[in-house]
């Protein structure tokens, strides 16, 4: 059974602190990993899909990247509009569908 | 190039009553799924479409039910609601599988 953890559960960081989200992953084969950006009573928000150990994919403020076994969505000098809740999700090569199983999210809290 | 739409946005039901929901993909996708999210278990997979086909289904009771038509738009029923029904239910739509866009949501309370 496919599993995803996230941690921490919250974070609470200043503007312009720097740090790191966790994903730590088990799933029999990857067919991808991928991160989203949810903000309060609206849907997920696509950031990232990542294949394989090693790729890196930047966005602004946010950088992902992929080992064997776990993700890091890392964000640089953040402000407050980075303010949510991140998803990491993963797809598996044996699933015959485009099922997603996700973890249950980072909430972030950038303070001014 | 419009994103995923689903209606109702809010929808307030009492129990043992049945509902529809309504979900719109991106034009060009074929693959629609649905997923429910509550604070204490996250988004959790509720079945996924394909060109009319149900190709896969989570762990959900039999009153969770589904179709997708020829246009690629897609439905869910659930039957004689429950309180625990309460949640925030999202459609996903995609391509290949790869990136995999969210519509807003439809936010059902039971009461």
């Known amino acids: 059974e496919d599993q995803v953890t996230q941690s921490p559960e919250a974070l609470r960081l200043q503007e312009g602190e720097s740090s790191s989200l966790n994903c730590s992953y088990t799933?029999?084969?990857?067919?991808?990993l991928f991160w989203y950006r949810q903000d309060p009573g609206k849907g997920p928000e696509f950031l990232f899909t990542?294949?394989?150990a090693g790729e890196e994919k930047e966005k602004e403020r946010l950088k992902a990247t992929l080992t064997k076994k776990e993700s890091f969505l890392h964000i640089t000098a953040p402000k407050p509009e980075d303010s949510a809740t991140y998803l990491c999700?993963?797809?598996?090569?044996?699933?015959?569908?485009?099922?997603?199983?996700f973890g249950k999210g980072t909430k972030l809290s950038v303070i001014p | 190039k419009a994103g995923v739409t689903q209606t109702p946005r809010y929808l307030i039901k009492t129990r043992g009553q049945q509902v529809t929901l309504s979900c719109s993909p991106i034009?060009?996708?074929?693959?629609v799924s649905w997923y429910q999210q509550t604070p204490g278990q996250g988004l959790q997979f509720l079945f996924e479409?394909?060109?009319?086909?149900?190709?896969n289904k989570g762990n959900f009771p039999g009153r969770f039910s589904g179709r997708q038509f020829s246009n690629s738009r897609s439905e869910m029923n659930v039957s004689t609601l429950e309180l625990g029904d309460s949640a925030l239910y999202l459609c996903?739509?995609?391509?290949?599988?790869?990136?995999?866009?969210f519509g807003p949501g439809t936010r059902l309370t039971v009461t």
């Open positions: 999700a993963v797809l598996d090569s044996g699933a015959g569908s485009y099922q997603l199983t």
């Open positions: 479409y394909f060109s009319e086909t149900q190709r």
């Open positions: 034009s060009g996708h074929r693959s």
């Open positions: 799933v029999s084969g990857l067919r991808g």
């Open positions: 990542l294949y394989s």
């Open positions: 996903a739509s995609t391509i290949t599988g790869g990136e995999q866009y």
